[in-house]
């Protein structure tokens, strides 16, 4: 950790590791095995999906079967690249930030990413930068907890493995398929950076809105959590145009996933509703709103009314206007109602 950094990333890596849990045949000849089919599973996926969504995936993806810690790595060095404007701006405001305020931020933020590396399947590497580029264009598939789901709920192997290859593999097409996405994604990033200062009396707003919950009896937190709460009214706007680009790609990438599975794989449906009870567990259900994880959750429903809106209203080719430029990517208001963005893209 550097002088200046607000985030003690070792304490983040440490926290999340305690958390991270064990799985045993994490590193076995099982997972050796996975390494060595996961390559031809993309492969196939991606000939799928470039098919389905005419979205081209040029070239081929690293492809990797890490463990929960890896993950963790990944995840800690992408963070790390990505907030280190942030740290740098708010770091020129004097007095912002101690050693012990760097240890509890790391210790919140180790805990958040100890919880998901218990719960992610895959990820698609490409939009967040490592610094080092380490990373790259690259699908990863997280074993222990591949195998595990298989295991608890007797899914055939290879085909629970090749449909979550379909869902990142439908990513990798939305951000090597449309030039312009990882850009604008990354835009959006620096847009919240640059909208990140202290804020006078962020106290006072926040207690002011949950008062005015608890009088009209409204959720505080909402969907996006306390990231939602404490993000200044100028963030909140960055923040909607966030949810809305996740809610259709999440949704997106879902109903490829399901649309190729349900002609490929026998038991598509099960895995389905498997994966669906997962998100709503009622155990994790607390935290995961209190960290905004419920909105991601959301955005897999959204995302997937809104496109299968559009193929019912239109057809499944129209939904390829939402390539066309940012400007033609769907609102927050267009995702709960599929006709006003077909109807704006008609005129």
Request: charged letters at 25%.
């Amino acid at each position: 950790m550097s002088g200046a950094s607000r985030v003690d990333w070792n304490t983040a890596s440490q926290v999340a590791r305690r958390f991270s849990g064990g799985y045993p045949l994490a590193g076995t000849y099982h997972e050796r095995k996975f390494e060595l089919q996961a390559p031809d599973l993309v492969q196939r996926a991606s000939e799928l999906v470039s098919a389905d969504t005419d979205l081209e995936l040029s070239g081929a993806p690293v492809v990797g079967v890490i463990s929960r810690n890896d993950w963790i790595d990944t995840n800690v060095k992408s963070f790390g690249a990505l907030l280190e404007p942030l740290e740098a701006k708010l770091g020129e405001s004097e007095g912002f930030g101690s050693a012990l305020a760097a240890k509890v931020v790391g210790a919140e933020l180790g805990a958040v990413l100890g919880f998901m590396s218990r719960r992610v399947l895959g990820q698609y590497e490409l939009v967040l930068p490592t610094g080092d580029n380490d990373r790259g264009d690259t699908v990863l598939f997280v074993g222990a907890n591949i195998m595990s789901m298989e295991r608890q709920f007797e899914f055939r192997p290879s085909s629970f493995r090749f449909w979550v290859a379909l869902h990142e593999c439908a990513h990798r097409a939305q951000f090597t398929g449309v030039p312009w996405m990882r850009e604008y994604f990354l835009s959006l990033v620096k847009e919240l950076v640059d909208s990140s200062k202290p804020e006078k009396g962020r106290l006072q707003r926040v207690a002011s809105q949950l008062r005015t919950a608890v009088e009209t009896g409204t959720d505080p937190l909402g969907d996006a959590g306390l990231v939602g709460l404490l993000a200044s009214p100028e963030q909140r706007d960055v923040l909607d145009q966030v949810q809305a680009l996740m809610s259709l790609l999440e949704g997106h990438g879902h109903v490829v996933m399901d649309r190729i599975g349900e002609r490929e794989i026998t038991d598509v449906g099960r895995m389905s509703s498997v994966l669906r009870a997962r998100r709503k567990d009622p155990k994790s259900a607390a935290f995961m709103k209190l960290i905004g994880i419920e909105m991601k959750m959301k955005q897999y429903e959204n995302g997937a009314a809104f496109i299968k809106q559009v193929e019912r209203d239109a057809s499944w080719d129209a939904l390829s206007m939402a390539w066309e430029s940012p400007e033609a990517l769907p609102t927050l208001a267009e995702i709960d109602d599929a006709s006003l963005w077909l109807d704006r893209m008609a005129g």
